[in-house]
């Protein structure tokens, strides 16, 4: 297993994502706790002993199994991390109340990592606010030893990320965001980490396969990486990118089965990262992937002719994001904070944004196509 130093730790660079774990009867609320066992046991002997949870994984029992597989082991055998949920805005003044409860269930007197869940466009207002105490709160748990290490997760825009480090910044050890080979243009990855850089934070990786998609490729993509590495595998083309990142401590891969957590550490037995040649090509089928997106520069000519004023970039932004994963909860997420009147829906069909786009989309139909999707 390859290791990667965090202050005065060494944790395996990969770890163990515990919001896919095998279920039964396909029912998300039901962890199959035996398999979970069997998984853990292989995973500590082989070298993994970074684990993540959260409140809200696996319908609230994702802490509960983790916590009792995890108690058969010494504690300081494992690192073991979960977060606050302010995912769920009414969570926001219940920051004690769940913190304590998150320690029961994971069957601990303290968390080595701890996490602001889901810092993005809706939450961030709340997060921010001193009323619900949760920063004051949390750093406060930190002193006491109740919390090792205290970071946040991000789903949200880079301007979102920088409200929040302008905020806390000087207090997070540890930043948890959205990171493989498509991303990092698609989610403006690159720009992401690059904000971390600047106040010198390490990087967490979550989603490190975006969801499965790219544990498989198309044949002619699949041979475009084999004439570069013959013998390695599609989804550790994704790791190994990952790897070529300096500041990327631990990738978290959300692995539902004994084949994909076998296959995964097999991978990271090895620090392999990509040479330029490599890169490149692996972006180039990244880029292919995204073909179909709308070429959207964010120019902005269009908001400057759109009588509904809705901010056309954003839209069109999250547009690409909810036809490229065929769904998901970004674009819903991030719209939650867009007023009705900002909405996909809230466009005329005037085109006045059109005649002025220099990518000529089409924009009044790109915009109607989203709200249906948002709907259906």
């Known amino acids: 297993?390859?290791?990667?130093?965090?202050?005065?730790?060494?944790?395996?660079?990969?770890?163990l994502g515990s919001m896919r774990l095998p279920v039964i009867d396909q029912d998300d609320a039901k962890v199959?706790?035996?398999?979970?066992?069997?998984?853990?046991?292989?995973?500590?002997?082989?070298?993994?002993?970074y684990y993540d949870t959260a409140w809200g994984y696996h319908g609230g029992n994702s802490e509960t199994v983790m916590g009792k597989v995890l108690s058969a082991y010494p504690r300081e055998k494992f690192y073991l991390?979960?977060?606050?949920?302010?995912?769920?805005?009414?969570?926001?003044?219940?920051?004690?109340?769940?913190?304590?409860?998150?320690?029961?269930?994971?069957?601990?007197?303290?968390f080595?990592?701890?996490?602001?869940?889901?810092?993005?466009?809706?939450?961030?207002?709340?997060?921010?606010?001193?009323?619900?105490?949760?920063y004051a709160y949390l750093t406060e748990q930190?002193?006491?030893?109740?919390?090792?290490?205290?970071?946040?997760?991000?789903?949200?825009?880079?301007?979102?990320?920088?409200?929040?480090?302008?905020?806390?910044?000087?207090?997070?050890?540890?930043?948890?965001?959205?990171?493989?080979?498509v991303d990092w243009t698609f989610q403006d990855a690159r720009e992401?980490?690059?904000?971390?850089?600047?106040?010198?934070?390490?990087?967490?990786?979550?989603?490190?396969?975006?969801?499965?998609?790219?544990a498989s490729l198309p044949e002619a993509d699949m041979a475009k990486l084999a004439a570069c590495r013959l013998t390695e595998k599609v989804p550790a083309w994704a790791f190994r990118f990952l790897q070529s990142l300096p500041d990327v401590k631990v990738v978290l891969s959300g692995m539902s089965?004994?084949?994909?957590?076998?296959?995964?550490?097999?991978?990271?037995?090895?620090?392999?990262?990509?040479?330029?040649?490599?890169?490149?090509?692996?972006?180039?089928?990244?880029?292919?992937?995204?073909?179909?997106?709308?070429?959207?520069?964010?120019?902005?000519?269009?908001?400057?002719?759109?009588?509904q004023g809705l901010d056309i970039p954003m839209l069109i932004g999250l547009y690409n994001e909810h036809r490229f994963t065929g769904g998901g909860f970004l674009a819903p997420m991030a719209l939650m904070a867009v007023p009705e009147e900002k909405q996909p829906t809230a466009c005329i069909g005037c085109k006045s944004c059109e005649k002025v786009c220099p990518q000529q989309i089409k924009i009044?139909?790109?915009m109607a196509d989203f709200g249906k999707m948002l709907q259906g």
């Open 1 to 15: 297993m390859v290791y990667k130093n965090f202050q005065d730790l060494e944790l395996s660079a990969l770890g």
């Open 32 to 49: 199959d706790e035996a398999a979970v066992e069997e998984m853990v046991a292989y995973a500590m002997e082989h070298g993994i002993n």
């Open 81 to 110: 991390a979960t977060k606050f949920p302010g995912y769920d805005l009414s969570n926001m003044p219940k920051v004690e109340e769940i913190f304590e409860e998150q320690l029961k269930k994971c069957q601990v007197e303290y």
């Open 112 to 134: 080595d990592f701890y996490l602001f869940h889901n810092v993005c466009e809706m939450n961030i207002d709340a997060y921010l606010d001193e009323k619900y105490g949760i």
């Open 142 to 181: 930190k002193r006491n030893g109740r919390i090792r290490h205290l970071g946040f997760s991000a789903h949200g825009s880079c301007e979102v990320m920088r409200r929040f480090l302008e905020a806390y910044g000087k207090d997070m050890e540890f930043c948890q965001i959205q990171l493989n080979y």
């Open 192 to 214: 992401k980490v690059q904000l971390l850089k600047e106040y010198h934070i390490p990087v967490w990786v979550m989603e490190p396969l975006r969801g499965g998609k790219l």
């Open 257 to 307: 089965n004994m084949e994909q957590l076998k296959e995964n550490i097999e991978t990271f037995e090895t620090e392999k990262p990509l040479n330029e040649e490599e890169m490149q090509t692996l972006l180039a089928v990244a880029a292919g992937m995204l073909d179909g997106s709308l070429p959207c520069t964010a120019c902005r000519y269009c908001t400057t002719h759109c009588p």
């Open 364 to 366: 009044s139909e790109a």
